[in-house]
């Protein structure tokens, strides 16, 4: 027996009755032989840890631009976290972890740079060429913009995986997918606020104001009543994020109890989704995600930082429009099959952060060498 074959047969052991199977996979597009000593699904986490547009993600925003400092999360450390919080939960589901995983981690290789700002700067320019979706562009990234092997183009990952990626599309119902897309929002909420209360853009006398922060604030004050502002700030964020993931987990658990789930084919007869918050706990978590919009997301230096990387992302795409010939030779020929505008987003939300404001100064600073 190979290492996959002893590995797949430990899976049909372990996981529970309605999670997918590695030997179940409805495979590849373009066939490949199978890896000795990986699953499909643990090959797909490796193709993407290896992918250039994961290494892309060290330097690309979540709220601060990188120069802002070098504690804020990133892109990368985003999708780290993600991982992480999604693996735990589908472990204790008892559901196809490596799976999980590899859809976790390419959740968001097809985000630009500068943040959601620069996702909405590419959806206004294309907006009468195709239009820019990030989870879309993600599938794009895996299917047809990676270029590491000879035989096709993208990653060629599974099906799974792929349509794990289209976390809005009706027909992804398995739950490895609907359960990063739930721990992305873990994520971001938690660290959003930690980083928001690290760069002093907000201050805990704010958050006073959210049930859920309040909560968990009277919790750590009864474990730790002496603790200083900086270690209970951090407490209670671990404290929140703790009861995040307790709820998803035990709402998914009683879902699959009240829904009868017995198998994959019982969750694609279920309307509503099976992983999911508890309605009361939805209320806590909106709450929250309001605050952050109001006091975090439309702080005047977030919407500086977030509007001068719109601005210079739509001048350097005209730049381009205008005179394609200062495209490099590669997004020059892409052009000639995609479409000038399209090689033109694709090259654009590929870029980090930093080679996007090298990219503008060659072109607009007289004096930069090109």
Not at 80 to 96: F, G, H, W
Not at 105 to 113: E, I, K, T, V
Not at 114 to 119: C, L
Request: glycine share 6%; aromatic share 10%.
């Amino acid at each position: 027996m190979s290492v996959r074959s002893y590995l797949e047969e430990k899976e049909n052991q372990s996981l529970a009755p309605y999670a997918m199977r590695s030997s179940e996979s409805q495979g590849r597009q373009f066939k490949e032989p199978e890896h000795d000593l990986r699953t499909v699904f643990q090959r797909d986490r490796d193709r993407v840890i290896h992918s250039s547009a994961f290494r892309r993600l060290e330097y690309k925003t979540q709220v601060f631009v990188n120069h802002e400092g070098d504690h804020y999360r990133t892109r990368l450390t985003h999708t780290l976290e993600v991982s992480q919080i999604a693996k735990t939960l589908s472990r204790a589901l008892r559901l196809n972890e490596d799976l999980t995983e590899a859809i976790a981690l390419a959740h968001d290789l097809g985000h630009g740079p500068f943040g959601h700002a620069g996702e909405d700067a590419l959806y206004e320019l294309m907006r009468d060429h195709g239009g820019f979706e990030h989870n879309k562009q993600s599938l794009r990234v895996v299917e047809v913009l990676e270029d590491s092997y000879p035989d096709f183009h993208g990653l060629n990952l599974t099906y799974e995986v792929r349509l794990g990626l289209q976390k809005h599309e009706d027909e992804c119902y398995f739950l490895e997918a609907n359960l990063s897309d739930l721990c992305d929002e873990i994520a971001y909420d938690c660290h959003d606020l930690d980083d928001g209360l690290r760069s002093g853009l907000i201050l805990p006398g704010q958050c006073e104001n959210v049930s859920i922060w309040n909560e968990s604030l009277k919790e750590t004050f009864k474990i730790y009543p002496d603790i200083s502002q900086s270690h209970r700030n951090r407490l209670v964020i671990r404290m929140l994020m703790n009861r995040m993931v307790g709820d998803l987990l035990e709402q998914t658990q009683k879902n699959i109890e009240n829904f009868k789930i017995k198998s994959l084919e019982d969750l694609k007869k279920v309307s509503e989704p099976v992983a999911a918050f508890s309605k009361g706990f939805n209320v806590l978590k909106n709450e929250l995600q309001d605050f952050l919009k109001k006091d975090l997301y439309q702080h005047y230096r977030v919407v500086r930082m977030t509007n001068k990387g719109k601005r210079l992302l739509a001048e350097i795409f005209r730049v381009y429009e205008e005179c394609p010939g200062q495209l490099p030779d590669f997004v020059r020929r892409r052009s000639e099959n995609e479409g000038l505008h399209r090689a033109i987003c694709d090259y654009l939300s590929g870029m980090t952060d930093r080679f996007a404001l090298e990219e503008y100064s060659k072109l607009f600073q007289p004096f930069e060498r090109v």
